[in-house]
C-alpha cells in the first residue's frame, strides 16, 4: 500500500486477546464475526425465512392463476398468500434488526481491540504513526467492517441460495428457459469475478486517502499557534485540500466500479427476460408449455432481480469492508508492550538506577546514540544529567522507562535489570516529567487521578500544595474542576509542568525522573519549581535532564553527558574544578542568567 502511516504489518508481541496473525482478511474478519454467532445466526435465519416466504410467494401466484382458469376455490390460496406476504413483511424486518445489532455488537468489539492495541503500542512504533490516520482506522474503517461483518454475510448467503432455490424453481417449470436462464447467470457471475476486486481496491485507497486527511488535520492541530503564526493558513489548507481531493477521486473511483457492477448484473438479467419472452411465447404457440407456465418462469425472472442484487451488493460490501480489515489489521499487527511479563520484584525507598557500559541506536539506519554509558545514581537525593543539546540525555529517560531496548549493556532500576521487570511495575515505580506538553485536555483533576485513579480529595490538594499549585487552584473559575484547554494551552509553561510533577509525585515515586523545560521560567516560576523538586529529593531519587544553573548547584551528584558518553561526575564544585566541558556549560548558563 503506497504512502499510508503504517508501513508495514508484524506479527504483535503479548498483545491481549490477539487476532491469529498473518492470516487473510477473509479469516480475520471470521474472528471477529465469530463473537457474535448467535445473533448473526438468528438475524440470518429470520432474514432467510423472509426471503424464502418471498421465494413462495410467486408459486401461489401462479397456482392462483391456474386455480382461476379451472374455476376452483381460491379462498385458502388467498389467506396463505396474504399468510405469506405479512410473515414475509414481520422477517425481514426483525431479521435485519437483530443482524444490524449484531454489526454494531462486532464493531464494539474491534474498536475495543484496536483502542487497547493502540494504548499499548510499543514507543518506536508511535514514533513512526501519524496519529491522525490511526484515528480514521479506528472511527471510520471500522464502521465500514460493520456492514461486512454482519448484514453482508447473510445477505450473500440467503441471496445466494435464494438464487440456487430460483434456479430450480426454474428448471421445475421448463428446462429449456432454464438453460437460458442459466448461460446468463454464468455471464453475470464472470463478470463480477472482474470487477469485484476493483471496488475493493478503490476503497482501500479511498480509505487510505481519507487516513492522510485526518493525518494533515492532526498536523496542524498539534501546532495551531505555529501555524498562524506562521501565516501557514494558506500553505496548510492547500495541503488538506490535496488529500480531500484525493479522497474524493477515489470515492469517485468506488462509485465508478459499484455502478458498473450494478449495471453489469442486471443487463443479462434483462437480455434472459427478452430471449425467455420470445423463446418461451413460441414453445406457447407451439404448445411445448403452458401459458401460466410462462407467465411463472417470468415472475420467477423478475423475481431473481432480489437475489441478484443482494448478491451484487453484498459482495461489493464485502470487498468494501475486507479492504477496511486491511487497514484496521495493519494496526492490530504492530508490536504491542506486555505490562506484566516478568518477574515481580518488591522493594520500598528510593529506587537506585544503574546505567552499565550502555550502548544504544534509535533504529538501525540512525546513529549510535549511547557509546557505552555508565553511572550510578542511587539513594535519595538529586543527581543533574547535563550536557550539550543531543548528548542523549533524554534517552537516558527513555532507557529507564524501556521504551526502547538497550543495543548492549545494562539498564537496572532498583537492581533488577529493566528487561526482567513486569513493565506495569517498572512504570509504577517511577515518576516521569516529559520536557514538552505533559498537560492533557481534561480538567485539572483529570490530569493529576489518570495517574492514580483512587487518590483521594485530601491526597490532591496535598500534592497540589507540594507542587506549589494550591495558588492557582484559587485562581482557576472552577478550582480543581476547571479544564486546562487542548493540551494545557490555558496554563503556563511552569504550571504545566509543576503540575505533570504533582501528576507524577500522586503516584508516590521511588525514583522521579525530570525533564527540564527549556524555555525560561519567571523567577517566581522557577523558584517554586526548584522547591517542589528539593522537596521530592529529601523523599525519594530524583534525576534531572537539568538545563538550569539553580538546579545544577543543588544537585547531590551530577553526570556530565557529552555526545553519548559520560566524560564527568560529581559536585558542581567537584566538576568546576575538574571538567573543562562542565566548566564552559556553567561559565555560558551564568552568562545567560546574568544576562536575564
Ligand atoms: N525518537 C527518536 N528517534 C530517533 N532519534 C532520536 C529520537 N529521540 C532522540 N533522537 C536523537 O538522539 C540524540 C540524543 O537525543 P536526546 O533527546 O537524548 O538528547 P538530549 O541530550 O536530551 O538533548 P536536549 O538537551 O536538546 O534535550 C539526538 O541526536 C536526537 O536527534
Known sequence: MADTAVDSARPEEGAPDAAPAEKAPISRLWYYARFHLKALLVGGALTFLGSILGLVQPIIAMQLIETLGEGGSLRTLLVLLAAAVLAGAVLEAFGPYIMQRAGQDIILTVRRRLVSQLVHLKVPEVDRLKPGDLVSRLTSDTN????????????????????????????????????????????????????????????????????????????????????????????????????????????????????????????????????????????????????????????????????????????????????????????????????????????????????????????????????????????????????????????????????????????????????????????????????????????????????APDATDEELHDILGRARLSGLVERLPDGIDSLVGYRGLTLSGGERQRIAIARALLRRPRLLLMDEATSQLDAANEAALRQTMMDAAEQTNVIVVAHRLSTVTSADRIVVMDAGRVRAMGTHEELLEEDKLYRDLAAEQLLTSEKD
Open 144 to 451: 465500514l467492517l460493520r456492514t461486512v461483518a454482519s448484514t453482508t454475510v447473510i445477505g450473500g448467503v440467503t441471496g445466494l441460495i435464494m438464487l440456487v432455490g430460483g434456479l430450480v424453481v426454474m428448471a421445475w417449470i421448463d428446462i429449456v428457459l432454464f438453460g437460458i436462464t442459466l448461460a446468463m447467470a454464468l455471464l453475470v457471475t464472470v463478470v463480477m469475478l472482474f470487477v469485484m476486486p476493483r471496488i475493493g481496491q478503490a476503497t482501500e485507497a479511498s480509505q487510505t486517502a481519507l487516513g492522510q486527511m485526518g493525518a494533515v488535520l492532526e498536523r496542524i492541530f498539534t501546532a495551531f499557534r505555529t501555524v498562524k503564526a506562521s501565516g501557514a493558513e494558506e500553505h496548510e489548507i492547500g495541503k488538506l485540500d490535496e488529500a480531500a481531493i484525493r479522497a474524493r477521486d477515489k470515492g469517485v473511483m468506488v462509485a465508478v466500479w459499484e455502478a458498473l457492477a450494478g449495471v453489469l448484473a442486471f443487463l443479462p438479467v434483462n437480455i434472459a427476460f427478452l430471449i425467455v419472452l420470445g423463446v418461451g411465447g413460441s414453445r406457447v404457440a407451439t404448445g411445448d408449455m403452458t401459458i401460466s407456465s410462462l407467465i411463472g418462469f417470468l415472475l420467477m425472472l423478475f423475481y431473481l432481480m432480489g437475489p441478484i442484487t443482494s448478491l451484487t451488493a453484498a459482495l461489493s460490501q464485502l470487498q468494501t469492508g475486507l479492504a477496511a480489515v486491511r487497514r484496521v489489521e495493519e494496526v492490530a499487527d504492530l508490536d504491542a508492550e506486555d505490562l506484566n511479563h516478568g518477574r515481580r520484584t518488591a522493594g520500598d525507598g528510593p529506587a537506585a538506577v544503574v546505567f552499565d557500559d550502555v550502548e544504544f541506536r534509535y533504529d538501525e539506519g540512525l546513529e549510535q546514540v549511547h557509546h557505552g554509558v555508565s553511572f550510578t545514581a542511587s539513594g535519595k537525593g538529586l543527581t543533574a544529567l547535563v550536557g550539550p543539546s543531543g548528548a542523549g540525555k533524554t534517552t537516558v529517560f527513555s532507557l529507564i522507562e524501556r521504551f526502547y531496548p538497550v543495543n548492549s549493556g545494562r539498564v537496572l532500576v532498583d537492581g533488577t535489570n529493566v528487561d526482567d521487570w513486569p513493565l506495569g511495575d517498572l512504570r509504577r515505580t517511577i515518576g516521569y516529567v516529559e520536557q514538552d506538553a505533559p498537560v492533557l485536555h481534561g480538567t485539572l483533576r483529570d490530569n493529576l487521578i489518570m495517574a
